[in-house]
Structure formats: structure tokens, C-alpha cells
């Protein structure tokens, strides 16, 4: 049996998708600004988002979404995001992929440290610049969170 170019093309995108979240959610867990931004077109359309207050939907600058979400991540002490169970469609050098998303998460300092997670679905549009697969639209939505309380330890 062979494989057809196309198919093969398909793999490889739907690869490099799921590398873009992956890299995405390595970001946030590090606090890593820039890398963060390299997930991004120039300009994104946000939709929804569970961590900036009061988000109403509009386009913006990647740095502006940076500025925005960092300042709201870095007040927790660590975070831990599981990106799963993606559905990718690709229409030549677009494409849309509804992920799961899960997050535990720490608030907090010394003896008060407390951790929460939230379970959520991304739904994303991409698009293929320069050959790599980057976010141009974003949208979370929020179906749970918990209050997991005391965090045992940490290590970061």
C-alpha cells in the first residue's frame, strides 16, 4: 500500500498544528512572553477568554493579547496546561481545530499556596504563514473549574 502526497501533506499539517498548541502551552506553563507570541499571527481575533476580566471580542495586536494575558498569568505561582483530543479540518492554508483544554493552576504565597484547575474547549482558526501553522483566532471556553485548595509542594 502507498500513502499519496496528500495525505501525507494532511499528517504533516495536522502535526505541526498540534506542535503550535503544544509549543502555545509550554509558553504559558514557562511565562515565556516571546514564545508565546511566536504561536500568533501579527493580529489576532480573541473571541472569549477565561483569563482576561471582562473580555469583550475584537482584534488585536500579538503584543497587545502578550501584555494582556501576562499580566493576568503572572500572578500565579505555576500553571500546567493539557491540550487534547484535537479536531483539525484544513482548507488549503487554513484550518480550524477544536481542542480540549486543562489547567491546574497556583495562587497564592509561602503557606497560602492554593491551587484551582479549569477544564475548557479552544476553538481556533490558523493559518499557514511561511510555512508554519499560527493561531489567528482564538476562543475559550470555560465548562469547569474546581477549587483543588492546599498544593502539597512544588518544585518550581
Not at 482558526?125 to 477549587?147: C, F, H, P, Q, T
Amino acid at each position: 500500500m502507498t500513502i499519496n502526497e496528500s495525505v501525507l501533506q494532511r499528517v504533516a499539517d495536522e502535526l505541526a498544528i498540534r506542535r503550535t498548541l503544544a509549543r502555545l502551552s509550554r509558553a504559558q506553563d514557562n511565562g515565556d512572553r516571546e514564545a508565546y507570541k511566536t504561536c500568533f499571527t501579527g493580529r489576532v481575533l480573541l473571541t472569549k477568554s477565561v483569563v482576561i476580566p471582562d473580555w469583550q471580542p475584537r482584534e488585536l495586536p500579538i503584543d497587545e493579547l502578550a501584555d494582556l494575558y501576562f499580566a493576568q498569568v503572572g500572578k500565579f505561582k505555576f500553571a500546567h496546561h493539557l491540550v487534547s483530543n484535537h479536531v483539525i479540518d484544513i482548507d488549503g492554508d487554513e484550518a480550524t481545530c477544536l481542542a480540549d483544554l486543562y489547567c491546574v493552576f497556583a495562587e497564592g504565597d509561602g503557606e497560602g499556596l492554593r491551587s484551582s484547575s479549569l477544564g475548557g474547549r479552544y476553538d481556533l482558526k490558523l493559518r499557514r504563514v511561511d510555512g508554519e501553522w499560527l493561531i489567528s483566532e482564538r476562543s475559550i471556553v470555560e465548562l469547569y473549574a474546581i477549587d483543588s485548595g492546599d498544593v502539597a509542594r512544588t518544585l518550581v
